[in-house]
């Protein structure tokens, strides 16, 4: 079996066919501090997947199309969710942690979650980052101050604050 240390950064280019359809786990050790734009891009068979606390960005699309990919707990040391990063993925179960500051457009679209709390500290809720999912409820915390366009799909949420402005763009 081949193994690898990742300690610095690593690019994936090109076409990924033959490797993502060998990667069943990966685990993201702390001293990396980003997760490249398309890093794990259609890693069907991807199941656990464990991200370091050292990680500050999850890229545009970087688990996109991960239908193996059922659960993640994104530490709160990430800043940044970016575009579409776990667009089409099979996430049944995502946990947040305080510390996000931003869930960007598409991040969650088309999963399968069911119920989702955002943490304090996350200002804003990009275009259909929620869209498309199965979520029943969300919990939205008071200092949230941007929830953009179609984040949400009809769902039963609970809101503690009413100082949150819903935009356009």
């Known amino acids: 079996a081949y ?13 990924n066919t033959y490797i ?19 890093a794990f891009y259609q890693f069907y ?13 999850i890229g545009e699309y970087a688990f996109y199309c991960t239908s193996g990919l059922h659960t993640v707990t ?4 990430v ?15 995502c946990t947040l942690n305080k510390g996000i500051q931003t869930i960007d457009n598409y991040a ?3 999963t399968q979650i069911k119920s989702i709390a955002i943490p ?3 200002t804003m809720i990009g275009e259909y980052a929620f869209n498309g999912t199965f979520l029943e409820t969300v919990t939205i915390p008071q ?23 819903i935009a356009d763009n």
């Open 74 to 77: 994104i530490p709160g040391t």
């Open 143 to 165: 200092n949230i101050t941007i929830i953009k366009t179609g984040a949400f799909p009809s769902v039963t949420a609970t809101i503690y604050s009413m100082d949150v402005m």
């Open 20 to 38: 993502s359809n060998l990667v069943y786990k990966i685990v993201i050790n702390d001293g990396i501090t980003s997760i490249g734009n398309y």
């Open 108 to 110: 969650f679209k088309y």
């Open 120 to 122: 304090d500290g996350i």
């Open 3 to 15: 193994r690898s240390s990742l300690t610095q950064t690593v690019n994936i280019a090109g076409n």
């Open 79 to 93: 800043r940044k969710i970016g575009i579409g990063a776990f667009q089409n993925s099979g996430l049944t179960s």
């Open 45 to 57: 068979k991807l199941q656990p997947l464990s991200i370091g606390s050292s990680v500050t960005s």
